[in-house]
């Protein structure tokens, strides 16, 4: 991460009263993350790419693309989750806790894959959506 | 429906790092015509041209024509629906948490 402190991303941690090893396992194994989050083809395979498929509606076709880019059983998980031309990254982060486990979910990018070909300049989408959003902010 | 529509636009268009860098200049500097956008943009005028065409296709620029040149300016009003992205996400993320925590327990029966 050489994002500047501008770096937009979202952070939810939720305490659950479950072992690590069980959360992975709603995680990681493809008919059972469709039980919570939605229908797809993941494997816990770094580099596998994988479809997230929720209900198309007008304007959206309902598909997310992904590509597993971290496994870190019982512990980390990170893929990609593209959708609409944006272009992010989530991160699942396992903690276990005397109570059971600390689940951490991050997503963060918000950048597009063209910009690291993009010379000279810094226009990735968190830097962007900050600037931008002091902007918008602005109108009001 | 027409406004997700209109976010799919938004997003489309500013997935180009050259579009963004042009919407960004434009916000910030104010009106520009075409020539001095290339200058800054480091592509050519055409592909300027074709930038300017998906943005105003996105309402993110309207142009103005004063004599043989079209001056364009940024109207980031029409970034909001990128903006409540990070809301929407926030709000779908914890219902996924509680979807989570719920199977969690069916799993144990």
Do not use: C
């Amino acid at each position: 991460m050489n994002e500047p402190a501008t770096t937009r991303s979202l952070v939810i941690e939720r305490e659950m009263p479950h072992p690590p090893e069980k959360i992975w396992r709603a995680l990681t194994q493809g008919p059972l993350l469709e039980e919570w989050l939605m229908k797809n083809d993941f494997q816990p395979v770094v580099g596998h790419p994988f479809k997230f498929r929720s209900t198309p509606v007008p304007g959206w076709n309902g598909i997310i693309d992904s590509e597993v880019l971290l496994i870190e059983p019982n512990s980390r998980l990170s893929y990609s989750w593209s959708t609409m031309g944006m272009n992010s990254v989530v991160t699942w982060t396992l903690t276990p806790t005397t109570a059971g486990t600390r689940v951490r979910l991050e997503q963060t990018g918000f950048r597009s894959e063209q910009d690291a070909a993009y010379k000279g300049a810094n226009y990735g989408w968190t830097k962007f959506m900050g600037n931008m959003e002091r902007v918008v902010a602005a109108l009001d | 429906m027409q406004a997700q529509l209109a976010t799919d636009h938004v997003f489309t268009a500013l997935s180009d790092p050259t579009r963004r860098a042009i919407f960004e200049h434009l916000a910030r500097d104010g009106e520009q015509n075409v020539r001095a956008l290339t200058a800054r943009a480091g592509v050519s005028q055409p592909a300027v041209s074709k930038h300017l065409g998906i943005l105003k296709h996105a309402r993110l620029v309207r142009d103005r024509r004063a004599g043989r040149e079209t001056h364009y300016s940024a109207q980031p009003q029409a970034l909001k629906p990128m903006i409540d992205w990070m809301t929407f996400y926030a709000a779908f993320w914890h219902d996924r948490f509680d979807r989570l925590e719920s199977f969690l327990q069916r799993m144990d029966q």
